[in-house]
């Protein structure tokens, strides 16, 4: 056959990358070629331009993704049942090592709980949630909730939450935004969504300079629903049930989805769900 005549076909070059891939040696693959018709020296050199490419390829993935940052974290190493935060004692409900998710419970009192609804409850308005292309805020159709921002340190009560989450999870309150709060009627629900924001979008940048990406996110329960309403990671098939005063805490060291941290609130089936929400940033958040 005609060096002329051979054309590396798509199909080969799969065949190429799935040989090498799977540990054959390359003398095996150009034997195999020849065998199956193929010129010695147009099998050396699609071997060899195929595989270049397919380096090429990775390398430039690799490139793509962004660098992972540190992340807050609470201090787990020797698996203590009780995390000592101020005066309150905060159960260490189940852990997960990646992505990184913490289950905790008693995180804020029955009180706090009730408190912080009663706080937030005036100021509801229809959630929204950052739009990336502008940087600015849009009314959301994955969110059916009602919310409202508090900023960082208003009163005594959120300060004193904040400074056990900043205490809790070793990152400093100035690191935080401002607590969101959440109310999700029956039927509401939030899609599955990531809490970093997505470099690829132009509105990102505006975003990001009030305190680089968001690292990690704790949701606190301040009511329990009669049902539904769990916070669910679809890629690791957990669903965090709501309990009043409980939490989970979760961090992503790179905006990315590997990160596997994508998350969604499932639908309040009956009564209402309350949550207050702390994000927090690589840096000081302005
Ligand atoms: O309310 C929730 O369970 C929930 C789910 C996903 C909250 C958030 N995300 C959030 O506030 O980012
Ligand atoms: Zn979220």
Redesign the pocket.
Known sequence: MKAASQTITEELRRWIVAQAEAGCRPEDIVAAMVKSGWEEETAVEALERTLRERLDAVAAARVALPPAVAVPEPALDGAPALLRVGAREVKVLATLRNPRVVVLGGLLSDEECDALIELARPRLARSETVDNSTGGSEVNAART?DGMFFARGEGALIGAIEQRIAELVNWPVERGEGL?V?R?RPGAE?LP?H?YFDPAHPGTAAVLRRGGQRVA?V?MYLNTPKAG???TFPEISLEVA?VKGNAVFFSYERPHPLTRTL???APVVEGE?W?A?K?MREGVFT
């Open positions: 909730s969101q959440l999700y939030y969504h809490d996110t949701v309403g769990a916070t709501p998350h969604g609130g769900k949550v929400t994000w």
